[in-house]
């Protein structure tokens, strides 16, 4: 059956829209620009923006040097000062304004997130919605978690391409909530436009937002270091996580590090398997490119034959595809269960960690074919990889010690509880890890002994919205934990003297309820 592209997401449609609703985002030239001193200018170094869908190009990266950088951190620091003293309800009435804003362009934010990052359509909509409902919920309850509060000033934000909207811009709209002004760096591999229209409209409800592009290496001067800067959110990978850490310890700065772990799904005296397949089914949404997802299954040996009876299948069922074709141009979005990766290089990488761990004797029980009919005929699938996995990764290879951040599972059989426990904190601490046990009182005790800040018994573990905390345990959260009035705790100064909970190198601090 042919396909072809749905008109409503042709993407120079969806260009010519936001060029329109945000005109002083761009130049004459149509080049994005960065937003500096509350002025939208300097395109910088273009660099060329391709979309993980088809491979086309989406426009250019406006890449600044560090000189600029530092300009635009000073300018945002002055603005902090401005800001702190607007009262509460106005910084309420602002937000919502932006909020009001981001809703009217709901459906446009969704397909910008599916060209730049390639996610579905319908999991595209569920992060614009979570970004509004999220921060809605925040101005809801602001006024208690304010009280004996004030705002720390400039907060600077480097976060990941996977969520720019129900991460990126939900924290950036929380901080400015709160009182400080924030600078963000919009993430190299994807998120560019849907966040530059975010930020136009942030800017246009008077919200003291800046955006800046570059490298993360060149601008870490500005955006990490530079003294104007109160308090760091970064989101990322562990060794440029580690590296921001250790230039941070020192300075007595505010900082919340978001990194990786491997997050594992035991399954040890287990019978519900029809269960357990709806969860994996649903897991690889987005190709796992999550912090919070399951790459890596510790199975019970005599549940090995029931397991991948209830697994295989799973994977057979799994849709991947080009998200935004129909079989007429008037069709509504497939229903895939993921798209493309963020880029080809991505797909390389877990090439080169499969054949590592092939040559090295592990197996592979699944390798996903690409369907032609799943794409465009001809067109560029450098940057999609259908599910796979593997039994028995050797301990000498990357896929046994690395998070994959992509659509590739380790499984791992042990024989007994011990086992069970060291293989599944194979990593030094994890943001989530489950259990799937029909004895409570097991699942409790393995649920105990897991290195993971939230640990599930008998379904998974997520980010979580509104009230909800989240963090990590060892290398893969460092400072402040986020979430519900934990965030809003995080970028503002307390009483003397006040413990924040955390993770930080002279102590950890837990809440009772994760």
């Given at each position: 059956m042919s396909h072809v592209l749905i008109a409503s997401a042709e993407w120079s449609y969806l260009l010519s829209r936001l060029r329109a609703l945000a005109p002083e985002a761009f130049d004459s030239q149509g080049r994005v620009l960065n937003l500096i001193a509350r002025e939208w200018g300097n395109p910088g170094h273009?660099?060329?923006?391709?979309?993980?869908?088809?491979?086309?190009?989406?426009?250019?990266?406006?890449?600044?040097?560090?000189?600029?950088?530092?300009?635009?951190?000073?300018?945002?620091?002055?603005?902090?000062?401005?800001?702190?003293?607007?009262?509460?309800d106005t910084r309420k009435e602002r937000?919502?304004?932006?909020?009001?804003?981001?809703?009217?362009?709901?459906?446009?934010?969704?397909?910008?997130?599916?060209?730049?990052?390639?996610?579905?359509?319908?999991?595209?909509?569920?992060?614009?919605?979570?970004?509004?409902?999220?921060v809605k919920w925040y101005v809801e309850n602001i006024d208690s978690m304010m009280e004996g509060r004030k705002p720390l000033g400039l907060i600077s934000n480097i976060a990941s391409w996977?969520?720019?909207?129900?991460?990126?811009?939900?924290?950036?709209?929380?901080?400015?909530?709160?009182?400080?002004?924030?600078?963000?760096k919009s993430p190299t591999d994807g998120g560019l436009l849907a966040l530059t229209?975010?930020?136009?409209?942030?800017?246009?409800?008077?919200?003291?937002?800046?955006?800046?592009?570059?490298?993360?290496?060149?601008?870490?001067?500005?955006?990490?270091?530079?003294?104007?800067?109160?308090?760091?959110?970064?989101?990322?990978?562990?060794?440029?996580?580690r590296d921001?850490?250790?230039?941070?310890?020192?300075?007595?700065?505010?900082?919340?590090?978001e990194m990786e772990g491997v997050n594992t799904y035991g399954i040890w005296r287990f019978s519900d398997w029809d269960s357990l397949a709806k969860q994996l089914k649903k897991g690889f949404e987005y190709g796992k490119?999550?912090?919070?997802?399951?790459?890596?299954?510790?199975?019970?040996?005599?549940?090995v034959p029931r397991f991948l009876e209830m697994y295989l299948p799973v994977l057979a069922s799994l849709k991947v595809g080009h998200p935004l074709l129909g079989e007429t141009p008037e069709s509504k979005p497939p229903a895939v269960d993921f798209g493309p990766l963020i880029n080809s290089q991505k797909v390389e990488e877990l090439h080169a960690?499969?054949?590592?761990?092939?040559?090295?004797?592990?197996?592979?029980?699944?390798?996903?074919?690409?369907?032609?009919?799943?794409?465009?005929?001809?067109?560029?699938?450098?940057?999609?990889l259908g599910p796979c996995a593997f039994l028995h990764v050797p301990r000498n290879c990357r896929l046994y010690h690395n998070e994959p951040f992509g659509p590739v599972d380790s499984?791992?059989?042990?024989?007994?509880?011990?086992?069970?426990?060291?293989?599944?904190n194979v990593s030094n601490g994890a943001l989530v890890a489950s259990i799937a046990c029909d004895e409570p009182e097991t699942a409790k005790r393995v649920a105990s002994e897991l290195r993971a800040f939230k640990v599930g018994i008998n379904t998974v573990r997520s980010r979580g919205d509104r009230e909800e905390v989240f963090g990590g345990i060892g290398q893969s959260w460092q400072g402040c934990f986020v979430g519900g009035a934990y965030l809003v705790r995080a970028v503002t100064e307390g009483p003397p003297g006040e413990r924040l909970f955390g993770n930080f190198p002279d102590y950890t601090l837990l809440p009772e309820t994760r």
């Open positions: 273009g660099k060329p923006y391709l979309s993980p869908v088809d491979g086309r190009q989406l426009g250019a990266l406006p890449m600044l040097d560090l000189a600029t950088a530092q300009y635009a951190v000073a300018a945002a620091a002055s603005e902090a000062e401005e800001w702190a003293r607007v009262d509460l937000v919502s304004a932006c909020l009001e804003l981001l809703r009217e362009n709901h459906e446009l934010l969704a397909l910008l997130l599916t060209w730049e990052i390639g996610k579905p359509v319908p999991q595209s909509r569920v992060s614009v919605e979570r970004c509004i409902s999220g996977n969520y720019p909207m129900s991460v990126l811009v939900h924290a950036m709209l929380v901080h400015v909530l709160a009182g400080n002004a924030v600078i963000a229209l975010s930020m136009a409209f942030a800017r246009r409800c008077g919200l003291p937002v800046s955006l800046v592009s570059g490298s993360g290496g060149k601008l870490s001067e500005a955006l990490v270091r530079d003294p104007h800067i109160a308090c760091l959110s970064f989101v990322g990978g562990k060794a440029n996580g921001i850490a250790s230039s941070l310890y020192d300075r007595k700065k505010r900082y919340m590090l490119q999550r912090c919070t997802a399951y790459p890596r299954f510790v199975v019970e040996r005599s549940l960690m499969m054949s590592e761990a092939e040559a090295k004797g592990a197996i592979p029980l699944y390798k996903c074919r690409l369907e032609p009919d799943m794409f465009l005929p001809g067109q560029d699938v450098s940057a999609y499984i791992v059989v042990v024989d007994t509880e011990e086992e069970l426990i060291t293989e599944m």
